[in-house]
């Protein structure tokens, strides 16, 4: 409940309610299975909830109407959440990390890498990778799809920010992500900025994967100051970003090396999972598949996608809004308040870490009807009288709204175009789906699945279950 609802003379009490004590337990849980739990909180505490972890006590928000008043209307009342601060292989703030003067600089420098001409020759690379992908496909093969995802949007990734002739290895690059990752889960652990400085051995592998990468990046970034070379490769593009309008100053190496770490982090990895339960829902509602293979089919003529393709795949684009409604592979941001502020009711201290967690409302009736079915076209349909902005937010929202969701629809949509062209993704088991929660929202250990090439599929497969088929069953 807010607390314009609650009336002019609501007394804002401490903490939102929530279970009481049990933080190491709570901490356990949450490491297990973080979505779940989040689920089970909200289920029965409400909508703003309190909860001890171990060395600290947070809130938890899941109303809509709650989360907007923390990203956005009360949002100079918070900081970035602690987790990505801690980092020990970030040395500076980024766009994901900084905050205030420091956040806004860092990304109006890195804005026009994602600009509308920075994206074609992006799309070009897209296209390409998507294509490279198929060619060791064959059918009745089963493959890990999570794992072909995070490859293409891997080798996309390796061509778009570093430059073909930087000729980076995808696997370079795919160690290093890991050991961010690592570092990153380790930050919520008690003593955990301790724990990853001891020679462990992943955080040894971790240490020889940043060195690796670290000389790339500094070799691009070496060849990106001599101007005379036309380069648009992001890390170029970061390293002759300017601010005329504003004066602000450059981004130096160090900077520009620790934005390509995040970058890489966020446009890799959430879209790789992204597409992967893309492909799962397909595969369990064919329906929706030949419908998209209609759209596919009808727009491209057989002949590879192109950029101005984008816009023309609607019912393409809605298959992925509504997967990422289901499955959001961000599903939880963290801040900080820095000050005393009101949320809603409630009175949030100076220090109080509050985290948003978008799972709830977007599988809510209330928002979108026949919540758990996966219907693509509610998104080519008037939104729901009355539903909230952050009923669904699947790029973040406010003034931290992702830099590269541009980048990643495009993607995407490139991505899945391309694949449906020629092949239909079977699902091999109808046992449900286990979800990972550590960072992101996925298929714990990988999703596998048939591949059945078009010209030899029958119209309804028997593997395949009906449009009504429950979302993550």
């Not at 505490?45 to 001890?52: E, P």
């Not at 289901?326 to 201290?349: F, S």
Request: proline share 7%.
């Amino acid at each position: 409940m807010t607390a314009e609802a609650a009336g002019p003379d609501a007394v804002p009490t401490a903490f939102p309610p929530g279970p009481k004590g049990r933080g190491l337990r709570h901490l356990r849980e949450r490491l297990a299975d973080d979505a779940g739990f989040l689920m089970r909180l909200h289920a029965a505490h409400g909508g703003f909830v309190s909860l001890d972890m171990a060395v600290m006590k947070l809130c938890v928000a899941f109303d809509p109407e709650l989360i907007q008043q923390i990203l956005v209307t009360r949002r100079g009342s918070f900081e970035k959440g602690p987790a990505y601060k801690r980092s020990n292989t970030l040395s500076t703030p980024t766009m994901l990390t900084g905050d205030g003067v420091e956040h806004r600089r860092r990304r109006k420098l890195a804005q026009p890498a994602f600009h509308r001409r920075a994206l074609v020759g992006y799309a070009e690379q897209m296209i390409e990778e998507a294509a490279a992908l198929q060619r060791d496909w064959a059918d009745g093969k089963v493959v890990d799809v999570l794992a072909e995802m995070q490859r293409v949007t891997l080798g996309i990734a390796a061509a778009a920010f570093f430059g073909r002739d930087a000729h980076v290895g995808t696997g370079v690059v795919k160690a290093a992500l890991d050991g961010l990752f690592w570092g990153f889960k380790l930050t919520v652990l008690p003593f955990g900025r301790l724990l990853v400085k001891l020679p462990l051995p992943r955080n040894l592998r971790a240490r020889r994967a940043f060195a690796a990468l670290d000389a790339v990046i500094y070799r691009i970034i070496g060849k990106a100051r001599d101007e005379s070379a036309e380069r648009t490769d992001l890390i170029s593009l970061l390293v002759r970003a300017k601010d005329e309008e504003d004066g602000h100053r450059p981004l130096d190496d160090l900077e520009v090396r620790d934005e390509a770490y995040i970058i890489l982090m966020a446009g890799h990895e959430t879209t790789a999972t992204g597409l992967t339960w893309s492909f799962h829902h397909l595969g369990r509602n064919p329906a929706v598949r030949e419908r998209l293979e209609r759209e596919v089919d009808a727009v491209l003529g057989g002949r590879t996608p192109r950029l101005e393709d984008v816009e023309r795949l609607p019912y393409t684009q809605a298959v992925l809004d509504e997967a990422l409604r289901l499955c959001p592979p961000i599903y939880l941001l963290g801040r900080r308040a820095t000050e005393d502020c009101v949320i809603g009711d409630y009175l949030i201290p100076k220090g109080t870490v509050v985290q948003v967690c978008l799972l709830p409302a977007q599988h809510d009736a209330g928002h979108f009807p026949e919540p758990e079915r996966f219907r693509p076209e509610r998104w080519l349909e008037p939104a729901a009288a009355g539903r909230p902005k952050f009923a669904y937010f699947p790029f973040g929202g406010g003034d931290r709204i992702c830099i590269g969701g541009a980048f990643a629809r495009m993607e995407m949509t490139l991505i899945l175009a391309s694949v449906v062209q020629r092949w239909r993704l079977e699902a091999v088991s109808r046992a449900p789906v286990e979800i990972e929660s550590g960072v992101t929202y996925a298929p714990r250990g990988g999703l596998p699945m048939r591949l059945v090439a078009r010209d030899q599929a029958s119209p309804r497969s028997p593997a395949t279950r009906s449009p009504a088929s429950d979302a993550m069953s």
